[in-house]
């Protein structure tokens, strides 16, 4: 049979296949950036907290059994009452107890806690329940001072008759030694008389408060569970605020100052210490990551943070208190340590051979993509604070001089314990890249500005910063090859060539995998050389729209106007 076919002109045939609709394959839709970030938040809460608990089983029984029995009271982790206890225990013995590793090195016990909690925590209650005890024994100490004070207005007229007679039988007769003894008590009125009550706790945190109260007392403690300390410092750069971190790192290292006191006295103040303990929300740390000028103080790296975990939902109801035993028994023990005898604890020789091994373990991590080079300025210290630790332990267990190998094994694991936690919080403050230089700071705080950029975007932020290209390029591999950023990939499409784009990686990637992945810098390269290629696009097109012309390669010459 033939089969008609309709006339063309010869270069295509028409079929009825040709005239049938046809079926539109659906692509998949792409995951919007909504979507995307918000699969990233739901895998974060789903995923378990990667900071460690507390190691309780390294501290005395004493102390374990409140901070056990406080966390079930406020069904909050034992990180915080923990904390609190040994920051607690700190302020007792600062300024009379110090700890010696060897010769040379020697160590205060004050020290500096900062805890951040969420809203809703009752860390606020566990921190003031701790400071209790010191608080009843500085009351006790105030009125034990006001009783004194009157005591020496009632005798006084007495005391200065006494003097009168003495300093004129002394002048008629001559008698050396008679002067002698009447000066040494006028000494003694004078003493008395301007002798201020002790102090052990600051109500005011400020430069001038602080200042005054270690001219009076030598020591105080600044506890503050509305976070003073933290709002402080997150306030904008001023001469107040350059005083109070000035104090604050003098009297963490117990230095020597001269201090002004009311009317025009000074006071020659010997080893001054101050006990810390604050806690702090995550809009403190954001405002404090927010400040430029933040780093060059030594303040902030000084304090051992703690980032518990939260288990809201969780909680149980109408939980059971702090057994009157272990209160008594917690209150008991901080008063004891508290009225201990001023002295300098030493090492044991097996205990002086581990703290050695734990010294080399920290320093050999300090270095290139090491595990603790982002936070070197806070790891240089961990030893000294470990050895502070270990001398409280040690308080609260012996009253002999000598620190076993087991109470310093107890304290480098509550060191451990405290490392994620520093390099988390510390990442939150902005202060977690102490090995990078200026110009991949600067490209890591728009990072964390923006979580997800290209090196397009990053040049044009960035051009009075870096403005050659070659300080891009060399910060964006510097900071892929140290593991703050990572490369996204980009499909290719239409028009001008898309950018490299570069995501914040986690604190997680940053302390370890970067230090475990080897050293194969090929795809660091590429991502030099795209990134260079992007960023010379996007300087020439900024320099050609500063100076009025059009980039090259897009003409947009004007049609010449029509004369009418």
């Not at 020290?111 to 024994?137: H, M, N, S």
């Not at 900071?479 to 290719?492: C, E, F, K, Q, S």
Request: hydrophobic content about 40%; glycine content about 6%; proline content about 5%.
């Amino acid at each position: 049979m033939t089969t008609l076919v309709a006339p063309t002109n010869g270069h295509a045939r028409i079929h009825d296949a040709d005239f049938e609709p046809k079926r539109k394959t659906k692509q998949p839709a792409k995951p919007t950036r909504f979507e995307t970030l918000l699969d990233e938040i739901e895998a974060q809460a789903a995923a378990p907290s990667e900071l460690p608990s507390f190691p309780v089983e390294s501290l005395p029984p004493a102390l374990r059994d409140w901070v056990e029995a406080e966390a079930r009271r406020t069904q909050a982790a034992s990180d915080v009452a923990a904390m609190s206890a040994i920051a607690l225990s700190s302020a007792a013995l600062a300024r009379k107890v110090w700890i010696e590793a060897r010769p040379g090195f020697r160590e205060p016990l004050n020290l500096y806690v900062g805890l951040k909690l969420e809203a809703g925590e009752r860390g606020a209650d566990t921190l003031e329940r701790a400071a209790r005890p010191l608080r009843e024994l500085e009351f006790e100490e105030l009125d034990q001072a006001e009783v004194d004070a009157a005591t020496v207005e009632i005798y006084r007229p007495t005391w200065e008759a006494d003097l009168r007679k003495i300093d004129a039988r002394g002048l008629a007769v001559g008698d050396a030694g008679k002067l002698e003894q009447v000066a040494k008590m006028h000494v003694e009125l004078a003493r008395d008389l301007a002798k201020s009550p002790p102090r052990r706790f600051a109500e005011e945190i400020s430069a001038r408060s602080l200042h005054r109260e270690l001219g009076l007392h030598g020591r105080i403690a600044c506890i503050s569970s509305s976070g003073e300390v933290f709002r402080q410092l997150a306030m904008r750069n001023s001469a107040a605020k350059d005083r109070l971190s000035d104090l604050l790192e003098r009297g963490h290292a117990a230095r020597d100052f001269v201090a002004e006191l009311p009317k025009g006295r000074l006071a020659a103040v010997r080893h001054a210490t101050v006990t810390c303990a604050s806690i702090f929300d995550e809009s403190t740390a954001a405002a404090i990551a927010a400040q430029r000028n933040g780093r060059g103080r030594g303040l902030l790296s000084s304090f051992l943070f703690a980032a518990p975990r939260t288990d809201f939902g969780k909680r149980e109801i109408a939980p059971p208190g702090v057994a009157n035993d272990i209160a008594a028994a917690y209150r008991d023990g901080l008063r004891g340590i508290a009225a201990r005898q001023a002295g300098c604890l030493i090492l044991a020789p097996e205990a002086e051979q581990l703290f050695r091994e734990w010294e080399t373990e920290i320093e050999s991590q300090l270095g290139h993509r090491g595990r603790l080079a982002p936070i070197r300025s806070w790891a240089t210290k961990l030893a000294a604070a470990t050895l502070r630790i270990a001398g409280i332990l040690h308080a609260w267990t012996n009253s002999a001089g000598i620190v076993s190998r087991d109470t310093l094994a107890a304290a480098i694991a509550i060191g451990r314990y405290l490392v994620p936690h520093a390099a988390h919080l510390l990442e939150k403050l902005g202060l977690a890249d102490d090995d990078c230089d200026l110009a991949e700071r600067t490209v890591l705080r728009y990072a964390r500005a923006t979580r997800e950029f290209s090196a397009r975007d990053a040049q044009q932020h960035l051009r009075r910063t870096l403005f050659h290209p070659s300080m891009l390029d060399r910060a964006l591999v510097g900071l892929v090859h140290r593991g703050y950023l990572r490369p996204i990939d980009v499909t290719a499409g239409r028009g001008r060539p898309s950018s490299m784009q570069f995501a914040l990686a986690s604190r997680g990637a940053c302390v370890t995998v970067a230090s475990a992945q080897s050293d194969d810098m090929h795809d660091v390269m590429h991502v030099a050389d795209t990134a260079t290629e992007c960023s010379q696009n996007s300087v020439a097109e900024s320099r050609a729209d500063s100076n009025g012309h059009a980039p090259q390669g897009k003409s947009r010459r004007r049609r010449p106007r029509r004369a009418r």
